[in-house]
């Protein structure tokens, strides 16, 4: 069996400022889409139907692509917001945002069209607006917290930082990604933003723990660590892209929601504890404690 | 016996692997779980499916209302001050006033109307000349217990098995109910929960040259309500009512002087000319007149006689079936004392799912969760190259879904889509520990000593604690908000970590030193 090395990265040839200077550069680019976001449209991030409100129907038309969105499009009155064609069977999912047709309205009419209605939903906007709330001030809570645990852990003020300067990068980075790429704010993805925090901590902690907490020198520790943290990463990240590709494939939302937005998470976390969080240590180590 | 102090942890993992087998497939758990409502059980094992992957309609709403708190009306009876403060609010009905008394003079007064605001409340009390203390959004622990008990009620009379009605709050203060069905179209469930559903029976009859309406039957006056009959030669559809003994007089008196018992019973013709008409019964399900009819002629002579109270049997005629089914359904589970606040300008949510659909999804969702592991796999064997190392890697991981699935099965949650994800999830974590856990053991050469294991493991476990205890804290805000679809997310997640920090990865560990340390 042919087994894959991490490879060895010779950090001695960059400086600490090299180092940081390409995450905190994506930060910055990431910050500032999200910022041009909020200036142009009033909302960091497009957050969907669970967050706004409206309604959403996912129905069977028996008909080639080209020839059923057509239809789909004469159907309904107001037409449809979106449609998105699931590959896997011959359904569309539509959604709609508008209040004045109720999804009782909307179902009726598919049906008088002779589509077959597989699911429907439909969130009022109060409803949204709370939701959203509620789901800004988790991921709040859940970073605030996380912050607080790896200050207790470690007790030391830059490595802690490190940590949650890169756990702050590895959420902002896929939600700038999901503005570009025309994903919106939904349960699935905020799931996923919150796993980033869980997930994307780990490799940090390892390398944090390697480096500050075991005999050793420097760039071997780093080593060490990077083997088992980067296979860590790689794992999940085999993981969720397959899963991201299987559940669009089947037209399962949440999944394929939590699997892209992690992905991205997990590519950037990649970035930014072998560079950000690393560069960060090496100044602590060698120049940060007065020895 | 040495072998088993050794490795305890691997057999303690096997007992528990054991019992969440027995959990999933035995058939003596399933008897208590399968009547778990609103979930359908389904296959060779005691997994619940949730309406995601099972179909069904989902409705979760807050009630239609306005509070005022501690309103004193003094010694005025509280139908009198629930009529006084329904004339304050313009066209409110008393239907939609309830006071709850809370001491001799005071209490609560709720208006379940839709559009009526806390501040027109307080104004409606101050014309009154009632004292409050505070008016808000919402309505009351009572009322929201009691329609909860209805609306479990009309849907189990509607006969919408497995149906669930519950009160959930969120830790910001709010209440929703909500309403699950299995498999049922949408509209209906949405026709049922929005209709309050209060039926009266009123007698519309000439007097002094117009016509006089007043109410002779209301729900309380029944004895006992039938099932509704499809009717057929020459009769309505109906539903056949046994009206209380002590009311029969009463109403027996009130059809003799209305006229409707006269000589010869009446024809009613409401309908077509309602000022000319005989007199008439009128079916009144929420406001709306549903059916008119008079009396025949047999049954009014009995009426007459008095004989009618010794047997007082009566039906109630619809226009067609599914009238009088509604009819049967409201008045057996009774009125909504508030609506739920759905539709477009509602604050609730909707969903419903195809019962294909749902079947359709549990597959898919199957199939990924699996095509993830071999992803998973496939890197880790990739990675390590030994057998010994890997294949317990991703057995270990599998136990802990195992678990997880027993555990889901034991108390009957029932799985969603976002609990398969919280099981991807819990994979990939597990495996990455477990990674950390074979890294620390095999680093720097061969595991030759016990001793030297076990520190490594010791040190491993550090970097494993502090990952699942920043994973605990990033979901728990979802496990405990009601966020709906994804607490069962959350919850499985955190499970999973913590089964995976106790018992299986710690079991990994004794299997991993089994097959490297030789000094046995």
Partial sequence: ?291 | MGVVRENWRIFLLIVVLLGSLFALFSPTVAEGGAEAPGVASSGATNLQYGLQLSGGTRIRAPLVGVTAAEVEYGDVETPEAEREVAGRLGDVSVADVIVRPTSETSGTVEVTADGVTPAELGRALDAAGYEYAETRNGVTEETRAQTVDILADKINEAGLSGGTVQQIQTPTGENFILVEVPDANRQRVVDLVNQRGSVRVDAYYPSDGGYEQTTVLERDDFQSIGNAQQGGEGQLPNVPVVVREDVAPRFQQQMSQSGLAGQGGSRCSYTTSPNSTDACLLLIVDGQVVNSFGMSPGLAASMQSGDWAQDPRFVLQTQNFSESRQVAINLRAGALPAQLDIGPDGEGTSSFIAPSQGEQFRIDSLLTGIIAVFAVAGVVFLRYGEVEVALPMIVTALSEVVILLGFAAGIGYPLDLSVIAGFIAVIGTGVDDLIIIADEVMAQGDVNSRRVFQSRFRKAFWVIGAAAATTIIAMSPLAVLSLGDLQGFAIFTILGVVVGVLLTRPAYGDILRALLTRDD
Avoid: C
């Fill in chain 1, 1 to 291: 069996m042919v087994a894959f090395e991490v490879p060895e990265i010779d950090y001695t040839r960059y400086t600490n400022r090299q180092l940081a200077a390409v995450p905190l550069a994506v930060l910055a680019v990431a910050l500032l889409i999200i910022a041009g976001w909020y200036a142009a449209t009033g909302v960091p991030v497009n957050p969907g139907l669970e967050f706004t409100g409206g309604a959403e129907i996912r129905v069977a038309v028996d008909a080639p692509d080209g020839q059923a969105r057509e239809r789909i499009q004469q159907a309904f009155d107001p037409a449809p917001e979106t449609i998105r064609g699931v590959p896997s069977d011959n359904t569309y999912i539509l959604t709609f945002q508008t209040e004045e047709v109720g999804v009782s309205a909307l179902e009726e009419q598919a049906r008088a069209a002779g589509f077959e209605v597989q699911s429907s939903y439909t969130v009022s906007p109060s409803f949204g607006s709370r939701t959203q709330l509620l789901a800004l001030g988790g991921v709040a809570f859940a970073f605030l917290g996380m912050s607080a645990l790896v200050f207790l852990m470690f007790r030391t003020f830059v490595p802690s930082v490190a940590v949650v300067i890169s756990a702050f990068s590895d959420i902002v980075i896929p939600v700038a990604l999901m503005n570009v790429l025309d994903i919106e704010l939904t349960l699935g993805t905020v799931a996923a933003l919150l796993m980033i925090i869980g997930y994307s901590v780990d490799s940090d902690i390892l390398l944090n723990n390697h480096i500050l907490r075991r005999s050793g020198e420097f760039y071997e520790s780093t080593h060490r660590a990077m083997r088992t943290g980067v296979t860590m990463t790689l794992t999940s990240l085999a993981a969720m892209t397959v899963m991201t590709i299987v559940a669009t494939l089947f037209g399962i939302q949440l999944l394929a929601a939590i699997g892209t937005v992690l992905v991205f998470g997990l590519s950037a976390d990649l970035m930014n504890t072998y560079m950000l969080n690393l560069s960060l240590l090496r100044w602590y180590k060698y120049e940060g404690v007065a020895n």
